[in-house]
């Protein structure tokens, strides 16, 4: 029971750090020739980034911003209530509230990134019509999974 613990408590600590990463860095979406990225802060080309997205001022964008935040701040939340449940809880209880909190987190990620494919994954904001999906996308989506496995771990597991 000790090594799930320390296990799941690791694969947490590493969800928020690539919500981190997924949320700052600018890799959402490339181009195919390499020398253009966009993310949800920035537009970089040719090692240089500006603050020039071509949507920046959509409501939409401001969104999967917004939700992205709040993902990892819940996530966070979720991390430090289950170290305080971890060594305050009696015996044979759930982590219900680490497991609803991580589920939280595991919604604003779903609607942060729904929006940002519905909206924006399909090359719009190059002027070349190919372009594929970066790292930090890719990480979105994998912080997804990890946050709902946690989170219904989470619900499941009793304090032994």
């Known amino acids: 029971m000790l090594v ?3 296990g799941i408590f690791v694969v947490h600590i590493a969800t928020v750090i690539m919500l981190f990463v997924s949320t700052i860095a600018n890799v959402w979406m490339v181009s195919n020739m ?6 949800l802060w920035k537009n970089c080309t040719d090692n240089s980034c500006t603050d020039s997205l071509s949507y920046a001022g959509e409501d939409a964008l401001k969104t999967v911003q917004a939700f992205m935040i709040l993902s990892i701040i819940f996530s966070v939340i ?5 170290v305080f449940q971890l060594f305050t809880m ?5 982590f219900f509230l680490s497991g609803a909190t991580k589920l ?7 609607v942060g990134v729904s929006i940002y494919t519905n909206r924006y994954a399909n090359c719009s ?13 890719i990480l979105a989506w994998i ?18």
């Open 78 to 82: 979720s991390l430090l209530v289950f």
């Open 4 to 6: 799930l613990l320390a």
């Open 34 to 39: 390499g020398n253009a990225s966009v993310g």
């Open 90 to 94: 009696e015996k044979g209880n759930r």
């Open 125 to 137: 904001a190059f002027s070349q019509s190919e372009c594929h999906h970066g790292y930090s996308y």
């Open 104 to 110: 939280v987190c595991w919604l604003c990620i779903l």
């Open 143 to 160: 912080c997804f999974c990890f946050s709902f496995v946690i989170g219904i771990l989470y619900l499941v597991l009793r304090k032994k």
